[in-house]
């Protein structure tokens, strides 16, 4: 079974500092790798994934991640932080081979500070 | 293009009822999968529906069931509602069965049972 594990339920940065989000999965066989975005009252917007290929992603709105295989990690980062990126993000991982089915971690609360 | 539409976006039932949820995917999706959100256990799976078919399921109790049309629209039901399913259901829609491909997500169904 695969698992993902988000380290920090909460993270405050500066507006204009580095945002680093923390995930680590845990998984038998090649996982795919996703990074959502939940804002108030609305439903989940994918950032980026990673399937195959190139270890280094790059997202929507300036976000970007690297797949990590030795230290099975997917941190999400973005260099400049925007009082716009305030929402929760979720890691999510599924398993090559099998149906649609997502694991998510248990998220991280980004808040950004003037 | 048209994104997944959850109907309605609220409801308040009453303990021992049942309900029923809709979500239509992106035209031309043909698999939907359900999540319930929750503050205490997170996103977790619920099931998904691949042309009409059921083809995974999470460790949710008989209670919770869904189906899918041949237009692909899909509908969940719960039935003898509990405290604790109030939550945050939303549906996902994708193009194809792969594990790598997208989930899009509606903006979800708040179900709150009192």
């Known amino acids: 079974a695969q698992s993902v594990t988000q380290l920090g339920s909460h993270v405050s940065v500066s507006e204009g500092a580095l945002v680093l989000l923390r995930c680590n999965y845990s998984?038998?066989?090649?996982?795919?790798l996703f990074w959502y975005v939940q804002y108030p009252n609305q439903g989940l917007q994918l950032l980026l994934k990673y399937t195959t290929g190139a270890t280094l992603v790059k997202g929507i709105n300036g976000f970007e991640a690297e797949f990590k295989k030795s230290e099975t990690s997917f941190h999400l980062t973005k260099p400049s932080a925007h009082m716009s990126d305030a929402a929760e993000y979720f890691c999510?991982?599924?398993?090559?081979?099998?149906?649609?089915?997502?694991?998510f971690g248990s998220g991280t609360q980004l808040t950004v500070l003037p | 293009k048209a994104g997944v539409t959850q109907t309605p976006r609220y409801l308040i039932k009453t303990r021992g009822q049942q309900v029923t949820l809709s979500c239509s995917p992106i035209s031309g999706h043909r698999s939907v999968s359900w999540y319930q959100q929750t503050p205490g256990q997170g996103l977790q799976f619920l099931f998904e529906?691949?042309?009409?078919?059921?083809?995974n399921k999470g460790n949710f109790p008989g209670r919770f069931s869904g189906r899918q049309f041949s237009n692909s629209r899909s509908e969940m039901n719960v039935s003898t509602l509990e405290l604790g399913d109030s939550a945050l259901y939303l549906c996902?829609?994708?193009?194809?069965?792969?594990?790598?491909?997208?989930?899009?997500f509606g903006q979800g169904t708040r179900l709150t049972v009192v």
């Open positions: 996902a829609s994708s193009l194809g069965q792969g594990a790598a491909t997208e989930a899009f």
């Open positions: 998984s038998s066989v090649p996982p795919y």
């Open positions: 529906y691949f042309s009409e078919t059921q083809r």
């Open positions: 999510a991982v599924s398993i090559s081979g099998s149906a649609r089915q997502l694991t």
